[in-house]
């Protein structure tokens, strides 16, 4: 059984609901130990994103290169990555210090409240140089239709463009269909070998904030501990609606999620 060591590659979020906050807490309930390296720092509450000031790519880098080579990773998550220097040195980081380390890359673009969070020109150094480097791409419909390049209305649209992810390079994508409109959540977990589907009763209610952070750290946490990805991303799932049905409800917009209480190590 591994250690389950994660190297966070993220932002933080000042409010504690996502971000390296969110990421550093979903690991440590899952029986992991987390490490960052910050690629940005946000001000920001549950009402939304409320400034952003980017790390130097080089002290990314610096973080991950310390962090590795006197700790090591037994996996490794990225979330938000700002721009394509920090997508360059993360990336160069990776193939020399952490090769052959999992890696769970969530691609995050835009803030739940709209703010953006990822230059819109450094998505083609993110499918170039990321993507085909992950062991799990989690992307969320919004984010899927933005480096494919086309619409998904419905289930059979999110299997075409899992598909079109698949072949950019990652072992497997698990696509989250929280987008879509109805009283059933869909999420798809693709891989060379098929598509599992996963069908859960949407959960009523404002204390969303953080749940693709929670999601991938969730995915990270059971890959770090030895996990197949099937049963990571089942573990994962599992948390992150039993850390919705227990946030705490607090703040004036959307709220986070109860991290601690959800605990399912």
């Keep these: 059984m591994s250690s389950g060591r994660v190297l966070i590659v993220a932002g933080s979020d000042s409010g504690g609901g996502a971000g390296i906050q969110a990421d550093l807490k979903t690991v440590m309930a899952l029986g992991g130990y987390g490490m960052t390296a910050i690629t940005a720092l946000t001000a920001q509450n549950t009402l939304g994103v409320h400034g952003v000031l980017g790390v130097a790519p080089d002290f990314v880098a610096r973080q991950m290169e310390v962090v590795l080579d006197d700790i090591g990773a037994d996996a490794i998550k990225t979330g938000m990555l700002v721009n394509a220097g920090i997508i360059e040195a993360v990336a160069g980081v990776l193939a020399a210090k952490a090769p052959e380390v999992p890696l769970v890359l969530d691609p995050v673009m835009v803030a739940k409240g709209g703010a953006a969070l990822l230059d819109p020109l450094a998505v083609d150094a993110l499918r170039r140089l990321l993507i085909p480097r992950a062991a799990v791409l989690t992307p969320n419909l919004p984010e899927a239709e933005a480096i494919t390049g086309m ?3 419905d289930v059979d649209d999110m299997i075409a463009a899992a598909r079109l992810l698949l072949a950019l390079g990652p072992r497997a994508v698990l696509l989250k269909g929280g987008h879509l409109d109805g009283p059933v959540v869909t999420d798809l977990l693709v891989r060379e070998d098929g598509v599992a589907r996963f069908d859960d009763p949407r959960i009523e209610t404002a204390s969303t904030h953080g749940t ?14 030895g996990q197949d990805v099937s ?21 004036h917009g959307h709220g986070p ?8 190590a």
Excluded at 212 to 225: E, I, N, P, R
Excluded at 257 to 264: N, Q, R
Aim: proline residues 2%; positive net charge.
């Design 212 to 225: 693709g952070c929670t999601l991938a750290s969730a995915v990270a946490a059971g890959l770090a501990k």
């Design 231 to 251: 049963d990571a991303v089942a573990r994962a799932r599992l948390y992150v609606r039993r850390a919705i049905a227990l946030a705490p409800a607090i703040g």
């Design 151 to 153: 619409t998904i209305a």
């Design 257 to 264: 999620l109860g991290h601690g209480a959800a605990g399912v």
